[in-house]
């Protein structure tokens, strides 16, 4: 019982109602926000200490015993997922100051940011399904001011789509909700596991599975569900584009891995099965899309499909490797894909377009871009020792012990395709002639470098020390396959 | 009672859904507003539509009526309003902007 786990969900929000009184003061905002972030930042590393320390923590709020009031939980899963968000946002909005333009920094454009911070980590956070539900409307609807603020056409037109589409996705959300409830009777996710464990495997505990994967599925982009994803997210400008692309896919596969781990344990054939069929298919689609644009964004936007698929297939097979290789390349790939869209947002404002023919030759006079560049290739690839390799050798170490040959072998396959579409970006742009003329001074190009570098020194530091990852990656594995830990940590001082 | 308003819930989600396949915006916005009002009515039927006290313990006897539907649904009526009142502004901006509310129309990139 401790309100520690709570600061990185309310120091946002905080910060945000604050913000919100003085939007035209562009510094000010710059300032506040950044305090914001590096205060809320403190709090998450003090409660990765604290759950290293003490496992697992649990808060009831308002004194009612759980099951009844709402919960909120802290393993080290959620703990880490919380400091690895607010890590990503922290570059996002350093990157933000001379990408983003004054315009959209007098509109909100920070306080929306932290606002979608408060729902990211509340819904990271949250021990209540329908608490779940409330923490993803706080992220979409600030998600839904970021993708159109600025109002350009574009953003207008796929925008719209956008929000239909999770308008939908949330009903169903609701309707599973409701299904769960008539099961269970109640909306602790500790106290749901413990009767769902009792009823046993059954046909309607089966089918509300199922609608849970269609409706986190539709968040986290999965195969058939992700179709709004591509066209919606090339949509914003680039540090949205960083944030949407490192954290919203990823809080839809966190609730897949929470509820997969957590509740359907009782049909595994079924469930699991399926999933690690829909990651697969996952996987394909991605790897044909990333392969098959010319424009740098659709490229970055398909490798996270891709990503997503990697993923869910490590958490599928529900062995120890599987799933910790799954949280290692979970964390891994909200780390990189901001690094990588931070990096081809300079080229884009280089170049002033994000087709790929119409750049070149950028080596001669960006040296120092392309090179980190291609270490951040070479990391989202998963070439050793940067901070892909131990993710996914893990997951298709998962996949070889739990009997899945061919699977494992496609993954490694997949790598390959992953690596050739990173690296067409490489060679378009920074080989060859020079093409057109170069659009920035060289110091906004410094301006725009320095947050890019920093982050992607992050990533490799987070390849390169895997070894001392490891014991908090232990432990996260360990909550998510044995879920008693989960629940004994709730019911602490109840039963 | 329950079976009668799953039926009525089911044609709910029937218009909701012929009204979200169809092109114009504001026939795919009233679509989500039936689509959560039969959400709303599904989560009260999901409760148990029994008859029982006011939920007050030791005030009255039991069986009490189930509570939480009804605050879950508040929280979802709430949040449902709030979205369809945003996507109606957005729906008008860009009709402004774009000049259409012809959902084949709005396509952003250029080669979709």
Redesign the interface.
């Known amino acids: 019982m401790i309100n520690l786990l709570l600061f990185p969900v309310l120091i946002p929000f905080l910060f945000a109602a604050v913000l919100l009184l003085f939007p035209k003061k562009v510094k000010a905002q710059r300032i506040v926000t950044m305090i914001g972030l590096l205060f809320a930042l403190a709090s998450s590393f003090v409660l990765l200490y604290k759950v290293k320390v003490d496992g697992v923590q649990a808060l009831t709020l308002g004194s009612w015993a759980p099951p009844f009031g709402i919960t909120m939980v802290s393993d080290m899963f959620s703990a880490m997922l919380v400091t690895s968000s607010l890590l990503i946002a922290f570059f996002v909005v350093w990157y933000s100051f001379s990408s983003i333009g004054e315009a959209r920094e007098k509109a909100f454009y920070y306080p929306a940011i932290l606002f979608m911070l408060t729902g990211v980590n509340g819904a990271f956070t949250t021990g209540d399904i329908?608490n779940m539900?409330?923490f993803f409307?706080v992220l979409l609807?600030s998600s839904?001011v970021l993708i159109?603020l600025g109002?350009e056409?574009?953003?207008?037109?796929?925008?719209?789509?956008y929000?239909?589409v999770n308008?939908?996705s949330?009903?169903l959300f609701?309707?599973t909700?409701?299904?769960l409830?008539?099961v269970v009777g109640t909306?602790n996710m500790a106290d749901i596991s413990v009767k769902l464990a009792e009823i046993g495997p059954s046909g309607i505990v089966t089918v509300i599975a199922v609608l849970f994967l269609i409706v986190f599925g539709i968040k986290g982009g999965i195969f058939p569900l992700f179709f709004w994803l591509p066209?919606s997210y090339?949509?914003p400008p680039i540090p949205v584009i960083a944030l949407f692309g490192a954290l919203l896919t990823k809080v839809g596969v966190y609730a897949i891995m929470r509820t997969y781990t957590l509740f359907f344990t009782t049909d595994v054939g079924y469930t699991h099965t399926l999933l690690m069929i829909l990651s697969i298919l996952t996987i394909v689609v991605g790897c044909i899309g990333a392969l098959a644009?010319f424009?740098v964004k659709q490229i970055i936007i398909y490798n996270i499909v891709i990503a997503v698929g990697v993923i869910l297939f490590g958490a599928s097979v529900m062995n120890e490797s599987g799933m910790m290789g799954s949280v290692f390349y979970l964390i891994h790939d909200i780390l990189i894909k901001g690094a990588l869209f931070l990096l081809i947002g300079i080229i884009i404002k280089i170049t002033g377009t994000s087709d790929l023919r119409k750049m070149g030759g950028l080596m001669k006079r960006y040296p120092m871009l392309g090179w980190v560049y291609l270490v951040v290739a070479f990391g989202l690839a998963g070439i050793p020792p940067l901070s892909g390799f131990i993710g996914k050798l893990l997951i298709v170490q998962g996949g070889f012990e739990g009997d899945l040959l061919w699977q494992s072998i496609f993954i490694l396959a997949s790598s390959l395709i992953v690596l050739l579409s990173v690296i067409r970006i490489f060679i378009y742009a920074f080989w060859g002639e020079e093409k057109g003329e170069h659009l920035i001074s060289d110091k906004k190009y410094r301006h725009l470098l320095a947050p890019a570098i920093t982050l992607a020194t992050i990533t490799v530091l987070y390849g390169v020390g895997a070894e001392y990852l490891v014991p908090f990656m232990g432990d996260a594995t360990n909550v998510l396959l044995d879920p008693s830990l989960y629940i004994d940590a709730v019911f602490e001082g109840v039963k | 009672m329950e079976t009668l308003i799953i039926m009525l819930i089911g044609i709910l989600v029937a218009v909701a859904t012929y009204l979200?396949l169809s092109r114009n915006?504001i026939r795919?916005?009233l679509g989500?507003a039936v689509?959560?009002h039969a959400?709303?009515l599904?989560?009260l039927t999901?409760?148990?539509l029994k008859q029982g006290n006011v939920p007050l313990l030791k005030e009255a006897d039991a069986p009490y009526a189930d509570a939480?539907?009804q605050a879950?649904i508040l929280?979802?009526i709430v949040?449902?309003f709030?979205?369809t009142a945003?996507?109606l502004v957005?729906?008008y901006?860009?009709y402004q902007?774009?000049g259409t509310e012809d959902?084949d129309e709005?396509?952003?990139?250029k080669?979709?």
């Open positions: 329908f539900f409330v409307e609807m839904y159109v109002g056409k574009v953003q207008l037109k796929e925008s719209i789509k929000i239909i308008i939908v949330s009903s609701v309707i909700v409701g299904y409830y008539s909306l066209g090339a949509a644009y424009d | 979200i915006i795919i916005i989500t689509f959560s959400v709303h599904l989560i999901m409760g148990g939480l539907p879950l929280t979802a949040i449902s709030a979205v945003f996507i957005l729906a901006r860009t902007d774009v959902l709005l396509r952003g990139a080669n979709e």
